[in-house]
C-alpha cells in the first residue's frame, strides 16, 4: 500500500514539475525542475526496495541488509539538485535584472525561420516534401 502511494506521489511530482517547466517565467521553471528533482528522488528510493536492517558488516538480525546504493544515489542527486536550482535561481535573478522581468521572451530569428518555411510549403505537401522537392518542381 506504501508503494501505491509513493507512486502516486511520484507521478504527481513529475506531471506537475512538467507542467511548470512549460510556463513562461523563470521562477516557475525552477520550481517546476525542483518537482522533477524531488520525484527522480522518490523514484531511486522506491528502486531501492523495502526497508532492510542497516547495511553493517557482521551484522545479524530478522530482516535482509537494506541496499545502500539507492541511498547513495539520492544523497548525490540532492546535492547535483542543489547545485544546479542554485545556478538556475542565479540565471533568473540577473534575468530580472536586466530585462525588469523574468519572463522567457520568443526568440525572434526562430519565428523569423518558421514564417519563411511556412511561406514556402505548398499547403499539400508534407515537411519532407518541402525540403526535398523531386525533378518535376525544377530540382
Aim: negative net charge; aromatic residues 6%; hydrophobic residues 50%.
Amino acid at each position: 500500500m506504501t508503494s501505491l502511494v509513493l507512486v502516486v506521489v511520484v507521478a504527481v511530482l513529475f506531471a506537475a514539475g512538467f507542467y511548470l517547466l512549460m510556463e513562461r517565467s523563470l521562477i516557475r521553471i525552477v520550481v517546476g525542475f525542483t518537482l522533477l528533482g524531488h520525484g527522480a528522488n522518490l523514484v531511486l528510493l522506491l528502486a531501492g526496495g523495502a526497508a532492510g536492517a542497516p547495511p553493517l558488516l557482521d551484522a545479524t538480525g530478522p530482516r535482509p541488509m537494506a541496499d545502500p546504493f539507492p541511498q547513495a544515489m539520492v544523497l548525490t542527486a540532492i546535492v547535483i539538485t542543489f547545485g544546479v536550482t542554485a545556478f538556475l535561481l542565479a540565471m533568473a535573478y540577473r534575468s530580472r535584472q536586466l530585462r525588469g522581468g523574468d519572463e522567457v521572451q520568443d526568440d525572434v530569428e526562430d519565428r523569423r525561420i518558421c514564417a519563411e518555411r511556412h511561406h514556402r510549403e505548398p499547403p499539400d505537401a508534407t515537411p519532407l516534401e518541402a525540403e526535398n522537392p523531386g525533378p518535376e518542381d525544377g530540382a
